[in-house]
Structure formats: structure tokens, C-alpha cells
């Protein structure tokens, strides 16, 4: 059974720093990459960053490149998504999924149950 769990989530004030993790099973790790998400209320679900565990490129949207920094321990199946200098705007559910890569919902095959994330003013 594949199986994604997101955790780290949490409260942090604006400035401050979360790490999130995504510990993958059930499948081959290194056959996929993985991708982190995010939605606020009555936004879209959008893509923030992703690894290809193939070969560990990394690639990052615009909006949190130099806050944001994307890891794969491979021995662990997990990965994890450090964020800092967050601010009250990355307030949302995170999402880990495992799939080809990229930024859009419909590149990945499986998800996470999601973490919440909450920056303060």
C-alpha cells in the first residue's frame, strides 16, 4: 500500500522557520519524484517545490526560492521541505505526492493526507 504522511506542521509567528517531512512507502522511491503543495482556503492547490529522487534536482517556484529548501534522505524514503522566513501568506495545508514531477496536481499519482501550516503577524 502506498502511503504518504506529512508532519512538522505547526504555528510559527512571521520570520520563523518549520521543517516539514513526507515519509514514503509502498512504492520505489527512486522511481518517483516528490512534490510539495499547498492550499489556502478557497485557493487552488498549488505546487512549491519538488526532488527527483533519481538523480536529486530540485526545483522551486518563484514565490519561495531562498526561503524554501527541499531534501531526500533515500535510506529513509523521506523527504522534507525546510521553510524559512515564512510569512503570513504561507499560511495553508501542505501536501506531499509522489509522481513525474513538476508543479501541477495532475503530474503526481499519490498524496499525503496534508500538514497544516499556520504564520502569524
Known amino acids: 500500500e502506498v502511503q504518504l504522511v506529512e508532519s512538522g506542521g505547526g504555528l510559527v509567528q512571521a520570520g520563523g522557520s518549520l521543517r516539514l517531512s513526507c515519509a514514503a512507502s509502498?512504492?520505489?522511491?527512486?522511481?518517483?519524484?516528490i512534490g510539495w503543495f499547498r492550499q489556502a482556503p478557497g485557493k487552488e492547490r498549488e505546487g512549491i517545490s519538488c526532488i527527483m529522487n533519481n538523480d536529486g534536482s530540485t526545483y522551486y517556484r518563484d514565490f519561495v526560492k531562498g526561503r524554501f529548501t527541499i531534501s531526500s534522505d533515500r535510506a529513509e524514503n523521506t523527504v522534507y521541505l525546510q521553510m524559512d522566513s515564512l510569512k503570513p501568506e504561507d499560511t495553508a495545508v501542505y501536501y506531499c505526492?509522489?509522481?513525474?514531477?513538476?508543479?501541477?496536481?495532475?503530474?503526481?499519482?499519490?498524496w499525503g493526507q496534508g500538514t497544516q501550516v499556520t504564520v502569524s503577524s
Open positions: 509502498g512504492f520505489v522511491f527512486d522511481d518517483y519524484a
Open positions: 505526492a509522489a509522481g513525474t514531477g513538476g508543479f501541477t496536481v495532475l503530474e503526481y499519482d499519490y
